[in-house]
T-cell receptor, first 118, second 113 residues
Framework: GAVVSQHPSRVICKSGTSVKIECRSL??????MFWYRQFPKKSLMLMAT?????????EQGVEKDKFLINHASLTLSTLTVTSAHPEDSSFYICSASPGPFSGINEQFFGPGTRLTVL | AQSVTQPDIHITVSEGASLELRCNYS??????LFWYVQSPGQGLQLLLKYFSGDTLVQGIKGFEAEFKRSQSSFNLRKPSVHWSDAAEYFC???????????FGKGTMLLVSP
């Protein structure tokens, strides 16, 4: 149980285009989803936290207009990298949590999406 | 502010030898502690977690970790390392009542024949 999927697993795009990454909880309802970014040989950096039906909370230094997050349902959150540039190339990982009232205080991670911007 | 320190960037262990990966945390309340493993180009797999109770926690793949409150540590151990254990290991801390996770910078485990 507690499976989280991400799509696509890899994407290559041209500079200036927008890319959408989907994160789905397959067998549970995710009240909250998290988006992380991981640079090569580095740790995970939390970008934002999104609760279903409300606006995402972004970490300091993360451009909310650049990284659009939508959490429209209890099983789907999307991250859109707008007007992507080579410096946005990274490994993006999402996680999902059933939330505090489920009694499960844990995040379940997706397999990640490798974004390469040419 | 919460933080996690993994003092070893790389560790090399001979196959069959024992392993200990260090993790120290800073957290203002009782922490939730996690160890994750990541293979190259892959997502995170949870090895084990500590929420409360017995301070020695058993996980998957033969791993265990011990929570020591007095030392603010949550070190990961395995009695006999297999070549397939070579990967990046991350320690993370979160709080009760639900909160975000803070990750350490990771320790890369290399296994020599």
């Amino acid at each position: 149980g507690a499976v989280v999927s991400q799509h696509p697993s890899r994407v290559i795009c041209k500079s200036g285009t927008s890319v959408k990454i989907e994160c789905r909880s397959l067998d549970f309802q995710a009240t909250t989803m998290f988006w992380y970014r991981q640079f090569p040989k580095k740790s995970l950096m939390l970008m934002a936290t999104s609760n279903e039906g409300s606006k995402a909370t972004y970490e300091q230094g993360v451009e909310k207009d650049k990284f659009l997050i939508n959490h429209a349902s209890l099983t789907l959150s999307t991250l859109t990298v707008t007007s992507a540039h080579p410096e946005d190339s990274s490994f993006y990982i999402c996680s999902a949590s059933p939330g505090p009232f489920s009694g499960i205080n844990e995040q379940f991670f997706g397999p990640g999406t490798r974004l390469t911007v040419l | 502010a919460q933080s996690v320190t993994q003092p070893d960037i790389h560790i090399t262990v001979s196959e069959g030898a024992s392993l200990e990966l260090r993790c120290n945390y800073s957290y203002g309340a009782t922490p939730y502690l996690f160890w994750y493993v990541q293979s190259p180009g892959q997502g995170l797999q949870l090895l084990l977690k500590y929420f409360s109770g017995d301070t020695l926690v058993q996980g998957i793949k033969g791993f265990e970790a011990e929570f020591k409150r007095s030392q603010s540590s949550f070190n990961l151990r395995k009695p006999s390392v297999h070549w397939s254990d070579a990967a990046e290991y991350f320690c993370a801390v979160g709080g009760r009542g639900y909160s975000t996770l803070t990750f350490g910078k990771g320790t890369m485990l290399l296994v020599s024949p």
